[in-house]
């Protein structure tokens, strides 16, 4: 595939169709492309590691963002042209632990013990409600785009992407008052913070397909809204409700107890 795939519109490709990670020096700027096409998840990933501000057309890339079959681009790059398109901006959670930036996520965070059946204890809450000292091997937060992930495995609800929420899934609990929560994703602040409160079990921290370390017990940790990647939705999009079987991703850990 070339950049001028679409014509008058300047179209710029990530990924090869194997769902190869994008190269951050391939990311563009505005005034180097008018959409960029992310072919595979890793590549879409990257580009919201990376911050990415010009819109995105995902292929192969999932239901949590409508993306586009891959046979399906030809048709899917005439609509953009054409300006069949409509545009969403998809929030990007940064985590930080003790201060310490540790990654960005377009999809989920997850915080969970080391072992599996290892349980440890968790404290969260929002910046106007507590939510729960709760007792588990672990939990998920999701973006909307990334209920149809591996918390959908936790039975998450699936959101549409556009839903300005995220949900919060313990992993194997233990102990908890209530199974999950939902709770609000401003356009930039904090959604969740919290604490791991015990010490008994060693806590790793995934931040969507990453492990990026561990989390050491009573230290805070936080995960705030920080960017937003630009979507597009076109006419051959698929449906975010359509073929969800919410297998986890390379790097999910498969079975939690």
Do not use: N
């Amino acid at each position: 595939m070339g950049d001028d795939l679409a014509g008058a519109v300047r179209v710029h490709v990530v990924g090869d169709g194997a769902d190869a990670p994008a190269d951050a020096a391939a990311v563009p700027d505005s005034d180097a492309a008018d959409v960029v096409v992310a072919i595979g998840e890793s590549a879409l990933l990257e580009l919201a590691r990376e911050g990415c501000s010009t819109p995105i057309l995902p292929v192969d890339a999932g239901t949590g963002v409508r993306s586009v079959p891959r046979d399906r681009l030809d048709a899917a790059l005439d609509s953009v042209r054409d300006d069949h398109v409509s545009e969403l901006d998809l929030p990007v959670f940064g985590v930080d632990v003790d201060g310490q930036h540790r990654g960005k996520a377009l999809f989920d965070v997850m915080v969970v013990t080391e072992e599996a059946a290892h349980i440890s204890e968790f404290e969260l809450e929002t910046p106007t409600d507590r939510i729960a000292q709760f007792r588990a091997d672990g939990f998920v937060l999701a973006t909307a785009g990334g209920t149809s992930g591996y918390a959908r495995r936790l039975d998450a609800p699936v959101f549409a992407p556009e839903t300005r929420a995220a949900a919060v899934v313990p992993v194997a609990p233990f102990a908890t008052s209530l199974d999950q929560w939902v709770v609000p994703v401003p356009d930039r602040g904090t959604v969740l913070k919290g604490q791991v409160a015990r010490e008994e079990a060693g806590v790793t921290l995934l931040v969507d397909d990453r492990d990026v370390g561990g989390v050491p017990p009573l230290t805070p940790f936080t995960i705030d809204a920080v960017d937003a990647l630009s979507i597009y939705h076109v006419p051959e999009s698929q449906s975010c409700f359509a073929g969800v079987e919410g297998s986890p991703r390379e790097g999910s850990p498969v079975e939690t107890s």
